[in-house]
């Protein structure tokens, strides 16, 4: 049996591939969305467009912009963190 997965959360998917490894389910919730942070922070700077996805859907900087400028805004390393923060459900981190 095939699963589909859209190509969008392939992207999230392969932006974040140690999120299916035993050591980091082991640490804190906090540890976990800090490591994450860390990598959409470090992907924006490159301009890695599978970062798209998380900044469109969460991060309030990101109202009104198109994917393409996603990628030209300005995004500070709290702002990774308040996208995943919200991603997860929180209202902030």
Not at 46 to 57: E, H, I, K, N, Y
Not at 67 to 93: H, I, K, Q, V
Request: hydrophobic share 45%.
């Amino acid at each position: 049996m095939t699963t589909f997965v859209a190509p969008e959360v392939a992207d999230v998917l392969a932006l974040h591939p140690y999120l299916s490894d035993p050591e980091i389910r082991a640490r804190t919730i906090r540890d976990q969305l800090a490591r994450q942070a860390k990598t959409v922070f470090e992907a924006h700077g490159l301009g890695d467009p599978r970062v798209r996805m998380q900044l469109g859907s969460w991060w309030p900087g990101a109202v009104g912009s198109s994917s393409d400028a996603l990628l030209d805004a300005t995004l500070m390393l709290d702002d990774a963190r308040l996208t995943l923060a919200r991603e997860y459900g929180f209202g902030d981190w």
